[in-house]
């Protein structure tokens, strides 16, 4: 059974810092490209960060550009994503995703989400 469980999320004040988990389990995780989106209330899903597969590739929001990192641990199954500088606009419940394609079949799959919510 596939699983992303998100984990990090909470209340922090503008300028501060939070870090996300996903721990994963149920497929081949290397093989997955992961990525983070996050969802504010009242606007679409947007695409924060991505991190290829096995890694080493990142791709950035330009909103989030130079304030978070996103990287993985193949051996533990784990994605994060550390988030500085934080700014009331990135309050929004943030979301794991693992994606694949093999020949036309498309992977995709995703976690529950967690909460981040900035503000003083």
């Known amino acids: 059974q596939v699983q992303l469980v998100e984990s990090g999320g909470g209340l922090v004040q503008p300028g501060g810092s939070l870090r996300l988990s996903c721990a994963a389990s149920?497929?081949?995780?290397?093989?997955?490209?992961l990525k983070w989106y996050r969802q504010a209330p009242g606007k679409e899903r947007e695409l924060v960060a991505t991190i290829s597969s096995p890694g080493g590739n990142t791709i950035y929001a330009n909103s989030v550009k130079g304030r978070f990192t996103i990287f993985r641990d193949n051996a533990k199954n784990t994605l994060s994503l550390q988030m500085n500088s934080l700014k009331p606009e990135d309050t929004a419940v943030y979301y794991c995703?693992?994606?694949?394609?093999?020949?036309?079949?498309?992977?995709?799959?995703w976690g529950q989400g967690t909460q981040v919510t900035v503000s003083s």
């Open positions: 149920g497929f081949t995780f290397n093989s997955y490209a």
């Open positions: 995703n693992a994606q694949r394609v093999v020949g036309l079949k498309e992977y995709n799959y």
